[in-house]
């Protein structure tokens, strides 16, 4: 890129233009175009040709477009079309492990939350839930205009990384969430739309129905190992540490992390099984993007020559 130019050159406009075409041509081929793809292409085409810092700031971003892109995607072939759901044995290996007896009767964690819950946490969970990729994002855009652009490429391209092997592990085994066996029971139905679970009682509290409106519309509903959610906060405070945040700032993200993790249960959409294999997930992602892939010479070029662009 010419760092005089406030413009793009000629290449990067056919380029950008060209990768927003095909986008918006095979997504209306494939998945069907909604508003939300054309506010995705026009965002990213206003950023890319508004100056040379925008240019900069949404080309850095771009790991985060192609997650949404990917969960979408997911939509042309579903899981439960590669794979056998599991449906019954991860409920009983969770009541197995994690059950709790309520008058006498086992029950999993989520079941047990279901009859006995509360308004304050049924508020703070969704406020929680409501977190889980706005903080990631705003993170990344926090390193961005700090300059630390180094640090802000690897938070962003292990928080891809970690999406993709939690992708990987959904087409490996699809696996019904709680909220799908308590309202299903073991009978595997596919052609069904997400639900909210317990975020349902966030919705009554304030009065939108906010969480169904977001859930109405998940791609994925055999998605539930590993929890991405559980993932998501312990990259932002590996690199939140990595880049010595103030205590008070870690502090936040820990606490919103373990909020994260319980409201995954609270709400019936993980089981405990699934937030231990997210929070894995991150630690794989994160030790084989640090301990391997940037270890590798055509790995590391790649990254210099990516971060020599959006500095």
């Known amino acids: 890129m010419n760092s005089k ?14 990768i927003i075409a095909i986008y918006i041509l095979s997504t209306a081929w494939f998945i069907g175009l909604r508003w939300e793809h054309l506010a995705l292409a026009g965002a990213f085409l206003l950023l890319f040709g508004a100056n040379e810092k925008s240019r900069k700031l949404v080309v850095g971003l771009i790991p985060f477009f192609i997650f949404g892109i990917s969960y979408d995607w997911m939509r042309v072939f579903p899981n ?19 059950g709790i007896t309520d008058h006498g009767i086992k029950l999993i964690p989520s079941e047990y939350f279901s009859l006995h819950h509360h308004p304050i946490a049924d508020f703070l969970s969704g406020l929680f839930y409501l977190g889980w990729v706005p903080i990631p994002v705003l993170f990344g855009i926090y390193l961005y205009f700090k300059n630390q652009k180094e640090i802000f490429l690897r938070f962003s391209l292990v ?48 009065g939108i129905p906010l969480f169904h409106s977001i859930y109405g519309r998940n791609a994925n509903v055999f998605a539930a190992v590993p929890s991405l959610h ?6 932002v405070l590996f690199y939140a540490v990595k880049d010595k945040c103030h205590p008070i700032i ?21 089981y405990i099984i699934d937030v231990l ?17 940037m270890k590798l010479k055509f790995f590391k070029t790649f990254f210099s020559q990516y971060l020599n662009y959006i500095q």
């Open 250 to 270: 870690l502090a936040i993200i820990a606490f919103f992390m373990c909020g994260i993790w319980f409201t995954a249960v609270y709400m019936a959409h993980h």
């Open 159 to 206: 928080f891809l990384l970690v999406n993709l092997i939690g992708f990987v592990f959904y087409y490996l085994h699809p696996a019904a969430p709680p909220w799908y066996v308590m309202l299903y029971g073991f009978e595997r139905v596919f052609d069904i739309p997400g639900n909210t679970g317990g975020l349902s009682r966030f919705d009554d509290l304030i």
């Open 5 to 18: 130019s406030a413009f793009p050159s000629t290449q990067e406009v056919i380029s950008a233009v060209s």
């Open 230 to 235: 559980s993932a998501y906060l312990v990259v």
């Open 80 to 98: 439960y079309q590669v794979n056998p759901v599991d449906v019954e044995d991860l409920f009983n290996l969770e009541k197995k492990l994690f």
């Open 277 to 293: 294999l997210g929070i894995f997930c991150a630690l794989l992602g994160i030790f084989l993007f640090e301990c391997m892939l």
